[in-house]
């Protein structure tokens, strides 16, 4: 069984800090990793792919990634309430489905 | 660019009346295309992986004959919900692979449809 966890949370953060989400997964021929974002009733918005160890900075966004450990992360930094979402990590062995996690929920708070 | 779409983003419809979603990439060609479930509060769940030009591949539980897709191009999947029941009542979202060479496969998602059955 391809398991990827994530800690359903919530997760809460005061506006302006550093929000940090986890994800491990189970499948080490793993090799594409993805973070979602999904607001209540919409579909989720790819937020970062990361595929080589190391870290992936987009805007306030890093991505953090280690093989070893089958970890991969998310940081947010200058946390706003805009970003309060429930956050899907995501996994794929190439070629296959992504596996989702059941997501974790962040709230930023004022 | 990687935009998917959704038609229809509501539908309601009474018991035992079959209801047909259509999903598009728009700007890129997909080869494969996935069709997902959730349920309020509830994860994502895989339903089904549909690839152009071949039958569907079924997640373990869902019944093939009820979720008829079919794949007719590198831009169009659809998904019918044949004799829908109020348990039927979801949000259905469909997400398209868009194929980076080097870089792996990115799934984009489409906005969703909410499906009631009365």
């Known amino acids: 069984q391809k398991e990827v966890e994530q800690n359903s949370g919530p997760l809460s953060v005061p506006e302006g800090a550093i929000a940090s989400l986890n994800c491990t997964y189970s499948?080490?021929?793993?090799?594409?990793f993805f973070w979602y974002r999904q607001y209540s009733g919409k579909s989720p918005e790819l937020i970062m792919s990361?595929?080589?160890?190391g870290d992936k900075e987009d805007g306030r966004f890093t991505a953090q990634l280690n093989k070893a450990s089958q970890y991969v992360s998310l940081l947010i930094r200058d946390s706003q309430p805009s970003d309060s979402a429930t956050y899907l990590c995501?996994?794929?062995?190439?070629?296959?489905?992504?596996?989702f996690g059941k997501g974790t929920s962040l709230l930023v708070t004022p | 660019g990687a935009v998917v779409s959704q038609h229809p983003s509501w539908v309601i419809c009474k018991s035992g009346t079959s209801v047909k979603i259509e999903c598009r990439s728009l700007?890129?060609?997909?080869?494969?295309m996935f069709w997902y479930r959730q349920f309020p509060k509830q994860s994502l769940m895989l339903m089904a992986t549909?690839?152009?030009?071949?039958?569907?591949?079924?997640e373990q539980g869902v019944e093939k004959d009820k979720f008829l897709i079919n794949h007719a191009s590198l831009t169009l999947s659809t998904l019918t919900v044949t004799s829908a029941h109020p348990e039927d009542s979801s949000f259905y979202i469909c997400?398209?692979?868009?194929?980076?060479?080097?870089?792996?496969?990115?799934?984009?998602f489409g906005p969703g449809t909410r499906l009631l059955v009365l």
């Open positions: 990361i595929y080589s160890n």
């Open positions: 995501a996994v794929s062995n190439s070629g296959y489905a992504l596996n």
């Open positions: 499948d080490r021929g793993s090799q594409s």
């Open positions: 997400s398209a692979r868009a194929l980076r060479a080097g870089l792996g496969e990115t799934q984009y």
């Open positions: 549909s690839n152009e030009g071949s039958k569907a591949t079924y």
């Open positions: 700007d890129f060609q997909a080869t494969t």
